[in-house]
């Protein structure tokens, strides 16, 4: 790992350490001023986290450990097109709403996206969502995303980044290859257009009564996670064959 890569790693537990221990006393300011709910306040703030370690984490695999330009580089999350398939068409019962949708099949689609778009010379490449955890029922909805813009994207490289891991079996192990979940696997079974590439970021699994943003439930986030999770894009961006 290079150098200029593990300063600007530093520089991200930095941001996430300041803001995690920040998390409890701006979300009670939150409350008190604007009657927000506090659930809501956390959870919309972890996410924020997530999303900008994330983001963070794709530029430095791409720029600095890669030393590719940054010119070639878009990360966005404006929706994707996917159309309506015409077998399903042909197979609606009412002929009369069958004939309708036939005679307006382009105003039919749905706008999907995932938290994080990645195009390299305006190419879409890897698709990242970013949870703050996941478990396996919001896994069955990231595998339908993915799956979904894969029709698309045949070649796309798809990313889970989790903060903790409600999976089950290792997946709450900051390790290189982790052997995963029987639930899990199971559920990826049924999407095998899915080669789902799954990064957590911190040890232990999740537990709802020890939320991190809670200062002796905190969860450090290591070098060695940010360095797994960079070897894991720098994987990704050489299997999609942008180099």
């Not at 530093?10 to 803001?19: A, D, H, L």
């Not at 939150?30 to 919309?44: E, F």
């Not at 986290?49 to 600095?64: D, G, K, N, P, R």
């Not at 919001?138 to 889970?160: E, H, V």
Request: hydrophobic share 40%; charged share 25%.
């Amino acid at each position: 790992m290079k150098l200029e890569t593990k300063k600007q790693l530093k520089g991200i537990i930095n941001t996430y350490n300041r803001v995690m221990k920040g998390m409890e006393h701006n979300a009670a300011k939150s409350v008190r001023d604007n009657a927000r709910a506090y659930g809501g306040i956390i959870r919309a703030e972890k996410g924020k986290i997530q999303e900008y370690i994330s983001e963070a984490l794709i530029h430095i695999a791409w720029v600095t450990e890669l030393s590719k330009s940054e010119d070639r580089i878009e990360i966005n999350s404006k929706k994707i097109r996917i159309p309506l398939k015409l077998e399903y068409v042909k197979g609606i019962h009412d002929n009369n709403v069958r004939k309708y949708v036939l005679s307006n099949m382009g105003i039919y689609y749905y706008g999907l996206s995932v938290d994080k778009h990645v195009f390299i010379d305006k190419n879409f490449v890897m698709g990242v969502e970013c949870k703050a955890y996941a478990e396996n029922a919001m896994l069955k909805k990231i595998l339908t995303d993915f799956s979904l813009l894969k029709t698309k994207f045949p070649d796309l490289t798809c990313f889970l980044f989790q903060l903790e891991s409600m999976l089950g079996g290792d997946y709450k192990d900051v390790r290189r290859s982790p052997m995963g979940s029987k639930p899990t696997h199971a559920i990826m079974s049924y999407f095998c257009n899915v080669d789902l590439r799954i990064v957590t970021l911190l040890q232990g699994e999740r537990h709802p009564l020890r939320p991190i943003n809670k200062a002796k439930f905190f969860k450090p986030i290591t070098m060695e996670s940010l360095e797994l999770a960079i070897e894991a894009l720098v994987d990704g961006f050489r299997a999609s064959n942008t180099l």
